[in-house]
């Protein structure tokens, strides 16, 4: 069985802070959402494309120097909460 793949949803803006978090703003719904800075990569390379939960946590541990098991944790977390706000997007197969 294949990953599921995860885009951000175009309901989002989506700003960049200069000490790397960020702030969404769901269009719909009227919520800001703050992320810290492991969210905020996340949430930059879904905004550049679809990208499965293993790519993502390749660019934590990447971005941060972090292991593998930590950044497959809090992508799983991370992504699961974005799908349920509906700022993120997955589709399986």
Known sequence: ???PVYT?????????????TAV?????SKF???LNTTAAVMFRALRKGRATRTEL?????SEFACERDAA?????GLLDDLVAEALVLVSHG
């Open 24 to 28: 969404l703003l769901h269009l719909d």
């Open 8 to 20: 951000a949803t175009d309901r989002v803006v989506a700003t960049d802070l200069p000490d790397g």
């Open 32 to 34: 800001y959402y703050t």
């Open 1 to 3: 069985m294949n990953d």
């Open 72 to 76: 497959e944790a809090d992508v799983a």
């Open 57 to 61: 946590a390749g660019a934590l541990v």
